[in-house]
């Protein structure tokens, strides 16, 4: 086997993730600065993601629509908290054509204020509603401290925008998508996240409430994986959207909007990378199964052809890597780098034993089959390393959530990674003390006892269990 080419995990995390990104041709820096380039194996990564998640949201009753990535600076500033919230990563065009602009225009960081200018063009009766549309998008954050996918000036994300004739209706909007975000995190990413609300520190500029998919890397640090926004009437009142109910009065429309992002391929990488790359879940694996022909003898060929074609048959993203010219130690090296799930030696010894190699990905062993029934238990290991990855995903964060009741054990401890729940007394205060203090924050309000009467940082009664810790 060919020397190891990433940095070891436990000798430099940040150095790892770089390493596999690169090494893994996932993407590179773009030409402007915080920008990226994302290769093929990195975008048929999200293609696969893109089309899972679009089935699931469409399943909810939203359809797809397309706006304009330049948004009038009028229409950020209908709505002060947004705009506050947005300003420091805005990037603004001010001039076109050569000539100044009239009215300056916000490159897209979001679409809340230029969706909900056309909903109130749209929506005048409670016919009219629920309105319930999805973006597929990039939008542009001006970003101070850039990593690949994790937090990049210009990214690519889904982001939903919905309209309805209550407030009860939003909130269960809200809720329901969060849902939706949780099961595609754990059965198609194979990651195990927490939900919760976030706190007034955390919450989307602009939104009554704030829930979220919270997940654990395996360096310990947290990573915000999707948001769902219940936004009451605030930016219906600020753009005026309203609509006659069954009884002819005229009522302002409450309001969500919810998305996920290229963020989290970077979740994927750090959540199931090792020391020799990706370990990708068979439901995001751009080839699920590669088929390594060993030697240029035509009966092996052919033999690797029909295997191929088995699986394909058998539903499987299938690939036939007949590069004999490159040597076997450096394709298996590439394969893996790539986190390819299960691959197929096949060569002149195993036609003569009739029986086939397979690799798994996630733990590496090897196991024989028969050759006529290598497609079968190839599709068998899938389902094993797709159910293993969430399992010990979840065991992961599992085992590095602890419960914590006093401060200075909890700025002592913060540092070596993992959650920690812990008591608060919901004081905003008290929020910005112990980010100052620790450099933690508060991922997600959770439903759970408090593991203290009284508040972690300010010794008042506890009114909820929070779950902290550092973050991406």
Not at 181 to 192: D, G, H, K, V, W
Request: aromatic residues 6%.
């Amino acid at each position: 086997m060919a020397k190891a080419v990433l940095t070891p995990q436990a000798a430099n995390f940040p150095a790892w993730y770089q390493d596999v990104v690169a090494r893994a041709e996932l993407a590179e820096t773009g030409p402007v600065r915080g920008s990226m380039v994302v290769r093929p194996w990195g975008y048929a990564i999200w293609e696969l993601m893109q089309a899972d998640m679009d089935r699931r949201i469409k399943a909810t009753g939203a359809v797809n629509a397309a706006f304009p990535m330049f948004i009038p600076m009028s229409f950020l500033e209908k709505e002060q908290e947004h705009v506050d919230g947005f300003s420091p990563e805005l990037a603004v065009v001010t001039h076109g054509g050569g000539e100044e602009l009239a009215e300056p225009l916000a490159v897209r960081p979001t679409s809340e204020t230029v969706v909900n200018h056309y909903f109130a063009r749209w929506v005048q009766s409670h016919r009219d509603l629920p309105l319930m549309l999805n973006l597929w998008n990039s939008v542009v954050r001006w970003e101070l401290r850039p990593r690949l996918f994790l937090r990049t000036t210009e990214f690519l994300w889904q982001e939903g925008h919905t309209a309805h004739a209550t407030r009860e209706e939003a909130v269960e909007e809200t809720r329901r998508m969060l849902e939706v975000y949780r099961r595609f995190m754990e059965e198609t990413l194979a990651i195990s996240v927490v939900t919760g609300e976030k706190s007034p520190g955390e919450r989307f500029a602009g939104a009554e409430h704030t829930y979220t998919c919270e997940a654990l890397m395996r360096d310990g640090k947290a990573l915000q994986m999707g948001t769902s926004h219940d936004l009451g009437h605030n930016f219906a009142r600020a753009f005026d959207i309203r609509f006659s109910d069954a009884e002819g009065e005229h009522r302002h429309a409450a309001t969500t909007s919810w998305g996920t992002s290229t963020r989290m391929i970077g979740g994927v990488i750090m959540v199931h990378g090792d020391d020799h790359g990706l370990r990708l879940p068979p439901a995001i694996a751009p080839h699920q199964v590669v088929v390594l022909q060993l030697d240029e003898e035509a009966e092996v060929a052919a033999a690797a052809a029909r295997l191929e074609a088995d699986l394909r048959g058998a539903g499987v993203r299938a690939h036939l890597d007949a590069r004999t010219h490159t040597s076997f130690g450096r394709r298996s090296v590439d394969w893996e780098l790539k986190g390819v799930p299960v691959r197929i030696e096949l060569g002149a010894r195993e036609l003569v034993s009739g029986r086939a190699t397979l690799v798994r990905r996630d733990d590496r062993s090897k196991t024989s089959a028969p050759l006529d029934g290598a497609a079968r238990a190839a599709v068998a290991l899938l389902d094993e390393i797709q159910d293993g990855l969430l399992a010990a995903s979840r065991t992961f964060r599992e085992e590095h959530t602890h419960p914590v009741t006093d401060l200075d054990e909890f700025t002592a401890r913060v540092g070596e990674g993992g959650l920690f729940l812990a008591a608060w007394s919901g004081a905003e205060e008290s929020e910005r003390v112990l980010g100052e203090r620790t450099g933690a924050t508060i991922r997600c309000l959770v439903d759970a006892e408090p593991p203290a009467p009284t508040c972690l940082v300010t010794g008042e009664p506890a009114r909820h269990t929070v779950l902290l810790g550092r973050a991406y």
